[in-house]
Structure formats: structure tokens, C-alpha cells
């Protein structure tokens, strides 16, 4: 990484009792930061918070997450942020500490270099053979238990391929490893439900929100294989890749994208209000 | 905690790149030291490398841990260790790091303070609200991503209820929050199937082994929670609290035990080769 803040202390360690590290007890976020701006933060910040409040930890104030932000961002204008904050040191056991106090630790990595052309004409996904856990009480929620997703990555290694998908355990597919899935299906969008599983993304809840200000249909609505293959159009999207349409799963092609790059444009315009 | 070390260096913080604390993408093991001992060293060993080895970590040689676990008995004779492995430090991303280093922490504890009578007359437990998550790549590992353990522990303050009971989505219950459970039916111990949740203890693994050698049959079945308010005994097993009889779970009470008792007696009994 290239620059880490730990409750605002420059490249300090994490104590070795951080429930964050011995029980998953946390959330995280990741946002991009262009030309020092840093993407989205305002909406990124509630997404933070709500997260932080689904598991009973105190959210550190929007300000003091801010001055770490702004310590990073004025030497790193272009990077990844990824924002955790942990139920802090504990004792041993699963109980929360009578008084938690809460760490947050900031730290900013390289912008992810990918190729133009996924942007422009589509990536390749597969089919991840793990199948997403179910828990209703943790369900798109970025929480640190993230082994799921490093051993779902961990089933391929071609570089060409950008993306796996994920399934649930009936076989609907609900995300990619590390983003949303959308389907348009004659004009209207379709997205999978994440009340079960998955990480609800601020980038899905934009282009939920820029459909419905377009008056494109958008639904939430189980995404079985064979949905997502006869689809007009399919596209991913998180905070770092912005919207990538999907261009090639198992023998399925697509190739000419309408409605992905409306949709790219409409998040392009939304007012995003900088840190 | 008393005493720690991050890779053999005393009192030092953990990076914050760790992806033990970033994805929850490590393993751990909790082992009780008595009067300098290190209870069942060799048999917990061999459940951390089976651990590692499930979710593709290398785990570190054993002369490194005990190098480690000797440098903190010699000083607390008594305690709690918990020996945490993680893929050690990585980039941004799920994908698993091309050379990554396991990191190693091994920490002490106070050994809990429970009062002695849990031991002779039993426990009081409850059932849990929250379900745990079934996924199979990941059923028996004890793994850092261990949120679910955390809200289901939040969810009573009772000091007199000395455990909670974790049922699957289907409502057949599993284990504790921090331990396994076993049955007695007419005789025979039952103990519930980890093959999609749960974690699966030393101390069940000595107590399987156990009945095994003296002729005490011992299955793994699913336990609806009428069997176990039916059972003629149940007890609860970990290698802190050693076992602990149930005596009381909603309105149904125990108030004799006779294979719980020989099953401590045999668990004391067999070979415990310390470190």
C-alpha cells in the first residue's frame, strides 16, 4: 500500500487485538479518488455508516475520517481508498467489550490498471463453482469476512478473464467477486437480490437511483444462468471499474451495447460531489 | 492481552495491509496452557495445518509456533493462547497475493474465571436467533471471519446463561457460539453434522475418539431442538471450558449426569502430550 493511516497515525500497525483481525468484527469501503477529488464520498460516508450501525459499531464522525482523507489525498491525488473500521482492541471472546472504542484505518493503494477496452467493448466473466453462504443478517453488508470472495477469485487465473460470478445456494447468480450485476432485458434493467447474500455497492444503488430520475424500469429480481444468457445486454460495476459491460460468459457473446453506456453516461453526470 | 507475538516480535502491531484483518482470510486456534503445559499441542497443531491447508494457506512449521509458545508459557504458566495464522500481507484485492507470507500471532489471555459449579452441576443456555450461513468450502474451518459468532453472542447479557445455541437455516442446532455439543440418548452420545456450518473443535474430536475407545457409540446426526430437550443428558465441549454439562434450556432441566461426568473423566484421562 502506499500510504496507511491507523486511527490517523501514519503507517502505524494494527494492535493484535483488534477485533477487526481476530473475529471479522468490521466494514470497509473502497473509492476512488481522480485529480484529488474522492468519488461519491458523501453517499460512500452513508453507505459506511449504515454498515457500521447493521453490526453495533459507532461510526467514526464523517470529519475525522475526512482530515485522515485529505492527509492521503493531498499526496496521492490518484488512488484507491479503502476506508475499514473495526470494533477496535478486545479481550478475548466473542463478546463485545463492555467499552469498544472504535479504529479506522485509511490507507491508499494504486488505481487498478485495466484495460481501455474492457470499459469500451466488454469483458469476459465466468462462473464461480463456490456458492455464496446465505445469512440474512449480514446481507449486503461489506463486512471484513470476506473468504468467500478470496476463494471464489482464487478459481481462475487467465487474465483475460475480468470478473467470476457468484451464485447462491439455489444457483442464482447474485454479484461478482468484487462487484454488481445488472441485466437489460427489452429496455429495462434487472438486478439480483441481495437480501440473502452479496455486497450491496454504492455504484448499484447509482444506477438504481439514475434509471429510475431516466425513467428506465429497473427491478430486483432473481438472475438464474440461463436468464443472464439470454439477456440483450448484461453489465458489472463498482466504484473502481465505474460500469463494464459484459461481453463474453461461457459460449454467450455479446456485442453491441446500448443501454451499458447510457447508463455509464448518466453516472458520468450525476452531480458527484467531491471530499 | 498478556503477551503477544507478530512473527516472533514481542508487543508488535500487525500491518495494516494483513489480510487476515482485511478479508478475514486467515485461520486460528485457541489452546488452554495449565501449570506450564500446552494442552494437546501436537493434536491442535494438526487441526491449524488441516485448516491452513483448506483455504490454501502454508502453514508455519511447527518448531516456529512452539519457539513462539515457549517464549510465552516460560512467562505465563497459566493462560489462554490463541494462535492466529493469516496469508500475511497483500495488495488491494481478493486475489491471493503470487508470493504471500504467513504471518503468525500468538497471543496470551487471562484464562477465563468460570465459576466451578458450571462444571459440576451444568449450564444454563439459550437458543440463538441468528442462523448460521451454510457454506460447505468452508463448514468446520475455524476461520478469522467470525461475525456471525459476534451478533449471536450480543444476543443476551444474562450472566447466568453461561452459552447460546446456534441452529442452521433450517433450524437444527449445530453448536455453541464457542463450543460443540453432544446428546445422550439411552446410552449413546449424537453430536451435530458440521459438513455445512460450524466449527469443529479439538475437544469434539477427543470426545468422538473417546466414546470410540470405550465402547460407547457415538453418531453424527441432526438435532432438531425437541431431541435435545428430550435427551437424557447434553453437554457442551471446548478446550477452555473443558465440558460442561447442560442443566437448563428453556423450561426443560437436567439435574443428573452420569455419561457427562465419564466423558470428563476419559478426556482427562487419555494421553495429553504436552508441548
Known sequence: MLMTLVDGQPDAGVPADDRGLNYGDGVFRTL?????????????????????????????????????????????????????????????????????????????????????????????????????????????????????????RAEWEDPEIAEGLLQDQAGCIIEGTRCNLFLVEKGALVTPDLSRCGVAGLTRDLVIEAAACHGLRCSVEPVARARLESADEAFLVNSLIGLWPIAAFGRKRWRKFTVAPLVRKWLDAIDNPAA
Chains 1, 2 share one sequence.
Open 32 to 152: 476512488a479518488v481522480r485529480g484529488g477529488r474522492v468519488c461519491w464520498w458523501p453517499r460512500q460516508y452513508s453507505k459506511l455508516a449504515a454498515d457500521c450501525a447493521a453490526i453495533g459499531i459507532r461510526a467514526p464522525e464523517p470529519a475525522i475520517l475526512l482530515s485522515d482523507i485529505h492527509a492521503i489525498v493531498s499526496r496521492l491525488p490518484e488512488c484507491a481508498l479503502r476506508i475499514t473500521v473495526t470494533r477496535g482492541s478486545g479481550g478475548r471472546g466473542y463478546a463485545r467489550p463492555a467499552v469498544a472504542r472504535t479504529r479506522r484505518i485509511v490507507s491508499a493503494s494504486p488505481l487498478p490498471d485495466y484495460p481501455a477496452a474492457w470499459t469500451s467493448d466488454g469483458v469476459a466473466v465466468r462462473l464461480c463453482e463456490l456458492r455464496l453462504s446465505e445469512q440474512a443478517a449480514l446481507a449486503g453488508i461489506k463486512h471484513l469476512g470476506r473468504l468467500e470472495n478470496v476463494l471464489a
